[in-house]
């Protein structure tokens, strides 16, 4: 007998007018609406913040989180699990598992048991090959809120790998929609990947397609990082460029030319066609993010930046960078992070190689008398209610002198 096929929703449950209260009570915030009304400028006695035109939650976000509360709505009496974190905001995350949505990630939870009656939801930033089809296997609802800016990548790397091209991937490796992304390049014989977090491995990945080494010294440094069985002699002779799409997206495209500088001075202006391709594989939300908070930096005078989201969010994190390069920038999680007018705990700014994640507290960050100038950002996973408890709790320690 033929296997049934899972039922797979990838555009919605027919439920978002019925979720359209609950969501907005979840995540809308009075305040922010007022802010962008008024040139994203707030001012409350001596203080001002100054908020960037785009912040938080982008589209993808959007519809992943709509779409898992929708299941919940649409499945009532069944299990409805999450593959893992939705999105890298905790307290999106809390709120989910308050309205009864099971993560597979947390202790106890067994995935070898899933079965025809369970609904799983698939994040924003998808899941690998393997773990989709031992889902499908498994005859689960699947509710795929994979986005589409991600499927867009995912279609690149595809056609490397069906050309031949290896699949150079600008991402963190251990980032689910990096390890997603790579999974794609091996469904096909030919296909390879190599992650690359940073200019500086992309400039000793380079030196080697310019000059050749050591193939065991080069694995020693990435053989961790890329598919396996990865020769760097075979495997460099032809690579195509992507990235995880909530990257710094200057180095992304600096990287790219990295790479048609390399394979130029390797193979000659002829042949470059055949050893190099690059799409353009950026996200626009992330983009349009860091390139409001340039906007803002460029036109506002601010005292500080106060950048929020989870510190495992890579677009955030990206964020704090930008704002770091001009102004002291706290990168906090939620409000709570706001301890007192005289103490704030943030996780420090740095480069991804350097970034682990851990939190510090410094004191003395809000000058205790005359005009403050805040500048305020979020991460495409931050909801607006929490940027609009950040901008409250600004607004209570700067009433309080
Ligand atoms: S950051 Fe970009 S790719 Fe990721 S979910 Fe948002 S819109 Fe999609």
């Known amino acids: 007998m033929a296997a049934t096929q899972p039922l797979i929703f990838r555009k919605g449950l027919d439920m978002k007018e019925a979720v359209a209260a609950e969501l907005a009570a979840a995540y809308d915030s009075k305040i922010v609406d007022d802010v962008r009304a008024g040139d994203f400028t707030f001012t409350s006695g001596r203080l001002t913040v100054h908020l960037a035109r785009e912040f938080g939650f982008c589209y993808g976000v959007d519809r992943a989180v709509d779409y898992a509360y929708q299941a919940r709505r649409r499945f009532p009496g069944q299990n409805v699990f999450l593959t893992g ?8 995350n809390d709120r989910l598992r308050e309205a009864g949505i099971r993560f597979l990630s947390d202790p106890g939870e067994r995935r070898e048991s899933l079965g025809r009656d369970d609904v799983v939801i698939l994040p924003a930033f998808g899941v690998t090959v393997s773990e989709m089809a ?26 490397y790998a069906q050309d031949g091209y290896t699949a150079i991937i600008h991402g963190k490796v251990k980032h689910e929609e990096t390890r997603a992304t790579a999974s794609q390049a091996l469904r096909y014989p030919k296909g390879r990947y190599l992650v690359l977090l940073d200019r500086a491995e992309a400039a000793a990945v380079c030196d080697y397609i310019r000059d050749g080494g050591d193939p065991a010294q080069f694995l020693a440094r990435f053989g961790a990082s890329a598919s396996p ?9 032809r690579v195509g460029c992507a990235n995880q799409t909530t ?10 030319e990295m790479f048609r500088a390399a394979m130029l001075a390797r193979y000659g202006p002829d042949r470059l066609a055949h050893h190099f391709r690059a799409f353009d594989t950026i996200c626009s939300a992330t983009q349009e993010r860091q390139d409001a908070v340039i906007a803002l930096l460029g036109e ?3 005292d500080s930046m106060i950048v929020i ?6 677009n955030t994190c990206n964020l704090a960078r930008i704002c770091a390069d001009h102004a002291p920038t706290f990168h906090i999680a939620d409000p709570g992070c706001l301890v007192s007018k005289d103490e704030i705990r943030h996780r420090p700014v740095g480069p991804p190689s350097t970034s682990a994640g851990r939190e510090e507290i410094s004191r003395g960050w809000l000058s205790a008398d005359g005009p403050i100038v805040i500048g305020l950002t979020a991460g495409a996973s931050t909801p607006n209610n929490i940027v609009g408890h950040v901008i409250r709790r600004l607004e209570e320690f700067c009433r309080e002198g």
Request: hydrophobic content about 30%; some cysteine; proline content about 3%.
């Open 134 to 159: 031992q889902l499908t296997s498994q005859g689960c609802t699947l509710v795929d809120t994979t986005c589409g800016s991600v499927l867009n990548v995912w279609k690149n790397v595809v056609r």
């Open 85 to 92: 974190e939705i999105i890298h905001n905790p307290h999106v």
């Open 229 to 237: 069985g990865f020769d760097p002699d075979r495997d460099l002779d």
């Open 300 to 302: 506002r005078r601010v």
């Open 309 to 314: 989201g989870g510190y495992n969010s890579s």
């Open 247 to 256: 990257m710094l997206m200057s180095e992304s495209l600096e990287i790219g």
